[in-house]
Each structure stands twice: as C-alpha cells, then as structure tokens.
C-alpha cells in the first residue's frame, strides 16, 4: 500500500497498512522521520536543499539534490527550485550520507523520501524528512534535467526494480509568480510564456475576481513557470523574463 494523501494522515495509513500485511514500513518509521530535532536550529537565511531519495528493500537510493531559490534578506521566502542544485561532488556525497542515516535510523525500508538540509558551515542538518515524493513539482524537474520519472520509479521500486538515473544533461527550474496579495481584476502574458522554447511547464490557476495571496504564502505556489537551460544563470534569467511576461492588474485590499 502506497500513501498518496496529506503528510498528517500517513500514520493511521501505515497502521492499516502494518496490520494488513500490506506495508514493509512499520508504523513506528514514519514517526521517526517527522521527528527531526534540528529543524529549529537552521535560521531561514541559512541555504537549503531537498533531496530526493527512492528506498528499496532497506536500500536508500538518493536520485537528486534541488536547491531552493528565495526572495533573500529579510525574510528569505522560497520562491522556486533549481535542480540540479549546483554542488561540488564532495557536497553531495555529504548531504547524501546524513539524508541516508536519518532514514536507516528511522527503519524506513521501502518507498520515495523527500529532506529538507540546511548547509550549515559545520554541515548539512537535517531540517525535515517526509515519506514522499518532493511537492512544488520537483519531480518534473528531475524528469526535465535527468530523463528519469521519480513517479513511475516508485512503482517499480514496489516491485524490487532498483532505480537507475542519469546524470543531469541540463538544469530545470520552477519559479512561483512573484504576485502582490489582492483582488485580479485583469490579466495578459499566459499565451506567451506558453509559447516559449524553453518553457517546459506553467499554470496560472486564477480568473478574473479571484483573491492572490501574497508571496511567502504556500497557496501562493500554484502559479509557476518551469523552464530549463544550459546553466543556473540562463534559467534564472529565463524564469525572470516569464514574470516578466505576466502582467497582473491586482487591486489590493485597501483599494
């Protein structure tokens, strides 16, 4: 049994799961994994990564690392992903070894994993570990810069097929709509940023009269622009000229 819903609820899943004989991951492991102890210790403006991890019979198979884009100073809002994240092969194999530990330690043994690290001066700490798959479309980015599909290989991780990926041969990266919290009263640009060579994915989930919450937000995260490039440079460029694409007549509250 695979769970496919909200974070809160994987434990009573497993717990069915458990007694089923349907689950190779106690109940107990997903516990562990939510309990992280250094996750109040990494302040915001400290550069995080998530890494992507796929575990099969006991065996952790880490696929990708992303790094977080962010508004920076002073509140260090995340406002895209970059993958891969651009490390030395030195870093991974850190950041890769203490994601490994935290989820042998938990006893997880089968199944997607997603950690948030922060890159500490003294390391990587790990700031929170999840039993799924990476949200804000990171898999999509992995498919982009690798050609390897995270979600078809947790199915055939079910089965025992061990995960293959490629090196990365480009950069993919998501950015959100960087929007101000109002009322959209008008709206052009969509077409396009669809239209775009290097656009690989967007979504503007929004009409006319809807509410836009403000950045730093989660709900804020529906609207994006997926594009890839050569380098982190061009796809943070590219990205830029998407927001720029979109303009957005948005009256604000005390309008």
Known sequence: MLHCGHGSTVVPVAQEAWRLG????PPGAYERLQL????????????????ETLTVDGVHHV???TAQRTTGPPHFFVTGHLHPAPLTDDERKIIGAAVEERLTVSGYRSGPATTEVALEVDGPRIVSCRAQLGADRIPLLVDIARGFDLE???FTGLLGGLPVVPSASRYAEVGFFLLPEGRLETYTG?????????????????AVGDWIPPVGDPRARRAYVVVEG?????????????????V????PASR
């Open 36 to 51: 992280c102890p250094d996750a109040d210790l990494s302040p915001a403006e400290i550069p995080r990564v998530s890494v």
């Open 22 to 25: 349907l689950s190779p991951n």
């Open 152 to 154: 078809a290989a947790v």
């Open 63 to 65: 696929v990708g690392v």
């Open 248 to 251: 957005a007549d948005i009256r």
């Open 190 to 206: 969509t077409e396009d940023i669809a239209v775009s060579p290097w656009v690989r994915g967007a979504r503007f989930p929004y």
């Open 230 to 246: 050569d380098t982190p440079e061009i796809t943070r460029e590219r990205v830029a000229k998407a927001r720029q694409d979109l």
